[in-house]
């Protein structure tokens, strides 16, 4: 005997709804935590103009115009501002980056990862020495903080040309973890040594 469709209540139905949207917003957060910081290619923001335009998926689309809002609304809610800075990284926004790392910096103390995530906007929008202070300002939470040594070195040996900044910066990394590698896998005491060497 077949059974007979199950109807669900307006009630159910909202609650089931509730229910995805926080499973969703959960996943996402826990998502944008576990997000590393991207490394800028070598070539520096030369390189990056060059690039094709990304194509943000609709649901980050979605999300960024909901932070936008949200923004609008509750312009001191420092959180949603570091979310949207970090939505406007991911899909390679560097100047809105920059701007709502800014927002959320004028609101109060940030982490050194917020510090280093607009150091490496900074660079791909070609301001160097903001990159610089960014990287500075991380490094004074967190004077071993791995992305920032390793990005500030990046910008003082690739945009700075500041060789011996650059060495002294990764020795730095390298002696805060003899591991510590390059995105493409080089460890970070070799590059050491090749900068000695040339």
């Given at each position: 005997?077949?059974?007979?469709?199950?109807?669900?209540?307006?009630?159910?139905?909202?609650?089931?709804?509730?229910?995805?949207?926080?499973?969703?917003?959960?996943?996402?957060?826990?998502?944008?935590?576990?997000?590393?910081?991207?490394?800028?290619?070598?070539?520096?923001?030369?390189?990056?103009?060059?690039?094709?335009p990304?194509?943000?998926?609709?649901?980050?689309?979605?999300?960024?115009?909901?932070?936008?809002?949200?923004?609008?609304?509750?312009?001191?809610?420092?959180?949603a501002?570091?979310?949207l800075?970090?939505?406007?990284?991911?899909t390679h926004q560097?100047?809105r980056?920059?701007g709502?790392y800014?927002k959320?910096?004028?609101?109060?103390?940030?982490?050194?990862?917020?510090?280093?995530?607009?150091g490496?906007?900074?660079?791909e929008?070609?301001?160097?020495?903001k990159?610089?202070e960014?990287?500075?300002?991380?490094?004074?939470?967190?004077?071993r903080?791995e992305?920032?040594?390793?990005?500030?070195?990046?910008?003082?040996l690739?945009?700075?040309?500041?060789?011996?900044?650059?060495?002294?910066?990764?020795?730095?990394?390298?002696?805060?973890?003899?591991?510590?590698?390059n995105?493409?896998g080089?460890?970070?005491?070799?590059m050491?040594?090749?900068?000695?060497?040339?």
């Amino acid at each position: 005997m077949a059974e007979a469709a199950r109807t669900f209540s307006k009630g159910e139905l909202m609650g089931a709804v509730a229910a995805a949207l926080a499973v969703g917003f959960f996943v996402g957060s826990m998502v944008m935590e576990m997000r590393q910081p991207a490394q800028m290619p070598t070539g520096g923001p030369a390189a990056m103009q060059n690039a094709a335009p990304v194509e943000i998926p609709a649901d980050l689309a979605a999300h960024i115009r909901e932070l936008e809002g949200a923004t609008l609304q509750r312009p001191a809610d420092q959180a949603a501002w570091v979310e949207l800075g970090n939505l406007y990284f991911d899909t390679h926004q560097p100047q809105r980056s920059v701007g709502a790392y800014l927002k959320a910096v004028a609101l109060g103390p940030v982490s050194a990862d917020v510090w280093t995530d607009l150091g490496i906007m900074h660079r791909e929008s070609g301001a160097t020495q903001k990159a610089l202070e960014s990287f500075d300002a991380a490094l004074k939470l967190d004077p071993r903080h791995e992305n920032a040594l390793y990005n500030k070195g990046v910008v003082q040996l690739h945009d700075a040309k500041d060789r011996a900044g650059a060495l002294a910066t990764w020795e730095k990394l390298a002696a805060a973890n003899p591991q510590a590698k390059n995105p493409d896998g080089r460890l970070v005491r070799d590059m050491v040594a090749d900068l000695k060497k040339s």
